[in-house]
């Protein structure tokens, strides 16, 4: 089961675009009154967990290094309407679709995370994240199949949520859908662009991984998307109803400062600063998080990082300061224990991806000690601090042993797997899913270890983006002098 809201306040949010007052910027001693033990999480350790849990969201041929032993080769029959190669790829959730918008989204995420945080991914971590990101740019590249077509959706969700089974021995018509010139999709193919250009720079870098051959590839795919994408500005025609996108801008936004990270080239630049200075009022209004569904809040920090105009600080200001404890915006909630609470369900993405982009924020200098501050708080709670359990599987005290997630729930590859022996399953997981985050809890710090309840046990490709980058921005902290890492990343002892 995949499902994600939909927003229907749009007046309200272009009336708050203009009406909204910020608060007053983080005071300077603005800190967590606790004295820390003596160590920090081993961030580290939670980044290869999370890129492990990327490599059990594979599809397709597996590589002959496959770490995860208990999956296989999948899905090889995935393939266009003329016969396309569409093999590869990850799956979205805990389910066996493959959704290319949060797919993107995670792509440029987890590039961003490394270009920002090189430090935080030291040693084999480079290659690992390299090789992870690799698996899906190449899936990108085969869904670009020509210049005015892109494969943007493997499988329906409804087909595929009927069945409770391995990947590994499923076969079922798997529909792939299309956008070409008779249907538009901005959002999606901008969205691949952006992530396929991050790919690219992340790959010409000097060092381990460095791939030159690899780096022009991707930019040349992505320049193509872009054009693709800027064609007809429109949604893509989703096939369900498992996800609905908000607005088709902050894509094109993202994409065109990516394809001027890549390129150099300042007309993209200049694309990008116009297109949010054309009263649009879908670019200048707060976001209600930032996710794969809104990218405005980090398009805003690189614009600002780029030109050093404050109107894309002040914006991002404006929503980060707001999220902040003691600000006084009546929307932000916050639960008993201090998890920043976005929403009922999956409601640690939205916490996750805040982290990142506060780490982000903070490292251009945009309130550094109050922002670390909120990040470090809300992933200590997210790895058990204060809590009784942590909410990544592999981590922590009491982790969790029953995400809502097929493969990981089916017995050894010899045994047949369904909803019987697996989905109601009172036990743990067969497979130890390592290195992903749960959903989370609810508004009263209340969470189940239940399989079933998808809402809080669900894992997801997005889910994991916003955690890994802010463990990869923790790690550069902590990698660093170690007076930046504030005392609040630090494991507190239990309350007694």
Same mark, same amino acid.
């Given at each position: 089961?995949?499902?994600?809201?939909?927003?229907?306040?749009?007046?309200?949010?272009? #009336?708050?675009?203009?009406?909204?007052?910020?608060?007053?910027?983080?005071?300077?001693?603005? &800190?967590? @009154?606790? @004295?820390?033990?003596?160590?920090?999480?081993?961030?580290?350790?939670?980044?290869? /967990?999370?890129?492990?849990?990327?490599?059990?969201?594979?599809?397709?041929?597996?590589?002959?290094?496959?770490?995860?032993?208990?999956?296989?080769?999948?899905? *090889?029959?995935?393939?266009? /309407?003329? %016969? !396309?190669?569409?093999?590869?790829?990850?799956?979205?959730?805990?389910?066996?679709?493959?959704?290319?918008?949060?797919?993107?989204?995670?792509?440029?995420?987890?590039?961003?995370?490394?270009?920002?945080?090189?430090?935080?991914?030291?040693?084999?971590?480079?290659?690992?994240?390299?090789?992870?990101?690799?698996?899906?740019?190449?899936?990108?590249? @085969?869904?670009?199949?020509?210049?005015?077509?892109?494969?943007? +959706?493997?499988?329906?969700?409804?087909?595929?949520?009927?069945?409770?089974?391995?990947?590994?021995?499923?076969?079922?018509?798997?529909?792939?859908?299309?956008?070409?010139?008779?249907?538009?999709?901005?959002? &999606?193919?901008?969205?691949?662009?952006?992530? $396929?250009?991050?790919?690219?720079?992340?790959?010409?870098?000097t060092g381990a991984g460095r791939d030159t051959t690899l780096a022009e590839q991707y930019l040349n795919v992505a320049i193509s998307l872009f054009n693709l994408a800027d064609k007809g500005h429109?949604?893509?025609?989703?096939?369900?109803?498992?996800?609905?996108?908000?607005?088709?801008?902050?894509?094109? *936004?993202?994409?065109?400062?990516?394809?001027?990270?890549?390129?150099?080239?300042?007309?993209?630049?200049?694309?990008?600063?116009?297109?949010?200075?054309?009263?649009?009022?879908?670019?200048?209004?707060?976001?209600?998080?930032?996710?794969?569904?809104?990218?405005?809040?980090?398009?805003?920090?690189?614009?600002?990082?780029?030109? %050093?105009? !404050?109107?894309?600080?002040?914006?991002?200001?404006?929503?980060?300061? %707001?999220?902040?404890?003691?600000?006084?915006? $009546?929307?932000?909630?916050?639960?008993?224990?201090?998890?920043?609470?976005?929403?009922?369900?999956?409601?640690?993405?939205?916490?996750?991806?805040?982290?990142?982009? #506060?780490?982000?924020?903070?490292?251009?200098?945009?309130?550094? /000690?109050?922002?670390?501050?909120?990040?470090?708080? +809300?992933?200590?709670?997210?790895?058990?601090?204060?809590?009784?359990?942590?909410?990544?599987? %592999?981590?922590?005290?009491?982790?969790?042993?029953?995400?809502?997630?097929?493969?990981?729930?089916?017995?050894?590859?010899?045994?047949?797997?369904?909803?019987?022996?697996?989905?109601?399953?009172?036990?743990?997981?067969?497979?130890? $899913?390592?290195?992903?985050?749960?959903?989370?809890?609810?508004?009263?710090? !209340?969470?189940?270890?239940?399989? +079933?309840?998808?809402?809080?046990?669900?894992?997801?490709?997005?889910?994991?983006?916003?955690?890994?980058?802010?463990?990869?921005?923790? +790690?550069?902290? /902590?990698?660093?002098?170690?007076?930046?890492?504030?005392?609040?990343?630090?494991?507190?002892?239990? @309350?007694?």
């Amino acid at each position: 089961m995949r499902c994600y809201l939909i927003f229907s306040l749009i007046v309200c949010t272009f #009336a708050l675009a203009n009406s909204y007052v910020p608060p007053p910027p983080p005071s300077s001693d603005y &800190v967590i @009154k606790e @004295k820390p033990s003596e160590r920090p999480h081993n961030f580290e350790s939670l980044i290869s /967990k999370s890129i492990r849990f990327y490599e059990a969201q594979r599809c397709g041929y597996l590589p002959a290094d496959n770490r995860i032993a208990w999956r296989g080769d999948s899905f *090889l029959y995935d393939a266009g /309407k003329n %016969g !396309e190669d569409l093999t590869g790829g990850w799956f979205d959730a805990g389910d066996h679709v493959k959704f290319g918008l949060p797919m993107a989204w995670t792509t440029s995420i987890l590039a961003w995370s490394f270009l920002e945080f090189r430090e935080g991914y030291k040693g084999g971590l480079v290659t690992d994240l390299l090789d992870s990101i690799k698996w899906p740019c190449d899936y990108f590249v @085969k869904c670009h199949t020509k210049p005015n077509e892109f494969y943007f +959706q493997v499988a329906d969700a409804n087909l595929d949520h009927a069945y409770w089974d391995r990947p590994e021995d499923l076969y079922y018509e798997r529909e792939a859908y299309i956008i070409n010139g008779n249907m538009n999709g901005t959002d &999606v193919c901008a969205a691949a662009a952006a992530a $396929l250009a991050a790919c690219s720079i992340a790959f010409s870098e000097t060092g381990a991984g460095r791939d030159t051959t690899l780096a022009e590839q991707y930019l040349n795919v992505a320049i193509s998307l872009f054009n693709l994408a800027d064609k007809g500005h429109d949604f893509a025609p989703l096939p369900s109803h498992h996800y609905s996108n908000r607005r088709w801008e902050d894509e094109l *936004l993202w994409a065109s400062i990516w394809l001027h990270k890549a390129t150099g080239d300042i007309d993209y630049l200049t694309k990008a600063e116009t297109m949010y200075g054309d009263n649009n009022y879908s670019l200048k209004a707060r976001s209600w998080a930032f996710d794969f569904q809104d990218t405005k809040e980090a398009s805003r920090l690189l614009l600002y990082v780029l030109t %050093g105009n !404050e109107i894309y600080r002040d914006r991002l200001e404006r929503h980060l300061n %707001g999220i902040l404890p003691h600000h006084g915006n $009546l929307s932000t909630r916050y639960t008993p224990k201090g998890l920043y609470f976005r929403s009922e369900w999956g409601p640690l993405r939205y916490t996750a991806n805040t982290a990142f982009l #506060a780490l982000v924020a903070a490292q251009h200098g945009i309130h550094p /000690k109050a922002y670390r501050e909120f990040a470090c708080n +809300q992933t200590n709670y997210i790895l058990g601090n204060d809590i009784d359990h942590s909410f990544v599987v %592999g981590y922590g005290t009491d982790p969790p042993c029953r995400p809502h997630h097929r493969s990981s729930s089916c017995p050894g590859l010899s045994i047949p797997c369904n909803w019987g022996n697996a989905m109601l399953n009172e036990g743990c997981n067969y497979h130890e $899913l390592t290195g992903a985050m749960v959903g989370g809890p609810n508004m009263n710090d !209340e969470w189940t270890d239940n399989r +079933q309840d998808y809402r809080s046990n669900e894992v997801g490709l997005d889910y994991n983006a916003g955690f890994q980058g802010a463990m990869a921005g923790l +790690q550069k902290l /902590k990698k660093g002098t170690g007076r930046d890492l504030p005392p609040a990343c630090y494991i507190r002892a239990k @309350k007694v």
